[in-house]
């Protein structure tokens, strides 16, 4: 409850903090080189270690998953500050050690170790934009053993695509 004026307002504590607290937007690549991001929450998040080949058909990016990176998400997401969050989130997430990548073949795995292929623009297949799942700004992303692409959302699209762009720079045009 907050007084102004002598006039009493009662504010949920939730919309507050919602509102101070809301994402900006972005992937972690973007807003922190050193991190790639495993899923589609607020702060999940690895570290980058090590990078080798990028650009390659041998693309490596070593990861770990840190007590930092789970502090983040246990904050940012769960809105749990315990140590014991930061424990749990560190020994139920199950994440590669790395992800690679074959930029000559545009294929790569990525954080949980599931493999996929880059296939252009979506606008040069106007037929898979008819059911919505895809416009012509996205690109076409297949999971291995899927026959279909992958919607951009709800989906690892973003992801995927973002681990792609850090082992393959230069092959998706990023517009702003």
């Known amino acids: 409850m907050f007084f102004f004026n002598g006039t009493r307002f009662v504010v949920p504590i939730a919309l507050v903090t919602g509102i101070l607290l809301a994402p900006a937007g972005g992937n972690a690549a973007t807003e922190n080189p050193g991190k790639l991001s495993y899923g589609s929450r607020m702060g999940m998040t690895v570290t980058i270690v090590a990078k080798e080949g990028i650009g390659t058909a041998n693309a490596v990016i070593r ?75 996205d690109y076409l992303i297949r999971r291995d053993g899927d026959e279909r692409f992958l919607p951009t959302s709800p989906s690892s699209y973003y992801e995927a695509l973002e681990v792609f762009q850090a082992l393959c720079p230069g092959i998706v045009k990023v517009v702003p």
């Open 63 to 137: 990861i770990k998953h840190t007590p930092e990176d789970a502090k983040v998400f246990c904050v940012e997401y769960l809105r749990d500050y315990s140590m014991r969050c930061v424990r749990d989130v560190i020994a139920t997430t199950k994440l590669s050690d790395r992800v690679t990548g074959n930029c000559v073949e545009r294929t790569w795995t990525d954080t949980h170790g599931s493999s996929y292929s880059f296939h252009g623009s979506a606008r040069q297949s106007p037929e898979l934009m008819e059911d919505g799942s895809l416009s012509e700004s």
